[in-house]
């Protein structure tokens, strides 16, 4: 499994389809797609979150058993689930690789085409992990992307060579 985490507009779901296009086999598991559909009934909260994340993580478990890689793109912003999210794939025996989609929070502003972090900074309701709620950085990822200053197919080129690594 490959877990992508970042913060919201950094570049993950970007990264995500583009590794999928590379590699066989392979599916794509977009946290705003799933929040949409399988995790409709959570809210942001913090039980919430945590429910979401055993969830994807299952979701992707299962995945593995049809496909040779499965893509996480999710925002992540907890490091013990993610950790979790870690014990529970390579306990049932499956790799899990952390990538680390890293850009400044004034880059993920500008990339904001949906408009989410606008309302965090008008004052709406709306909770964004780096600016109005927290996010635990990686310390622990395999893979950094800084896609501040990679191209797509530089960062997806680190991705890959770590792979390959891992399977040699």
Known sequence: MIWLTGL???GKTTLGYQLHDMLKNSIVLDGDEIRKTFNADLGRGPEDRKEAHRRITEVAKENLLM???????VVSPDGALRRTARRTMESSGHRFVEVYVKAPISVCIDRD???????????????MPGLN??????????VICN????????????????LKECTA
């Open 67 to 73: 496909h040779s890689y499965v893509i996480v793109c």
């Open 8 to 10: 919201p507009c950094s």
């Open 147 to 162: 896609t501040d200053q990679e191209t797509v197919r530089q960062s997806i080129d680190k991705i890959v060579a770590y």
């Open 113 to 127: 085409i949906k408009g989410m972090y606008k309302k965090a900074l008008v004052g709406e309701d709306f909770r």
């Open 133 to 142: 709620d927290s996010y635990d950085e990686p310390d622990d990822a395999e």
